[in-house]
């Protein structure tokens, strides 16, 4: 199932280079971060939204993404680009650059800017959204 068509599904500028596209299932692989192999599935089972940043992306220290929202940097994937993982494991937004105002605007799309929504609340991100 693919979500490309959904608000939260959002290509960043520059885009992001081949794999899959905002709106897709993440596929799992072995993945490198903090310094030790893990597959990516493993790595992002903590609910919320996972932004994952490329080995050589920029830092984003002005972001605050909120309590529910967790941060991995991929050693393990070359390039400078940025994919956010919703909670129900769909691509949300992707960029070739990782860029601070661009990410902060899809999170508050997202709900994500002061932490998502309780899971339990009607409200909160559903796989359909």
Known sequence: TSYRGSPL??????????GPRAGDRLP???VRADG??????ELLARPGVHILLDRDAGRLED???GRFV????LTSAPGRGVTVVRPDGH???RAGTAEAGQLAAWLAL???????RDHTSPGRLRASE
């Open 63 to 65: 972001l605050a993404p």
């Open 110 to 116: 997202a709900g994500a800017a002061k932490g998502l």
């Open 91 to 93: 691509i949300g937004f």
């Open 70 to 73: 967790t941060m991995h940097r």
């Open 36 to 41: 030790r192999s893990i597959r990516l599935h």
């Open 28 to 30: 799992d692989r072995l």
């Open 9 to 18: 599904s959002v290509e960043g500028t520059p885009p992001g280079r081949g």
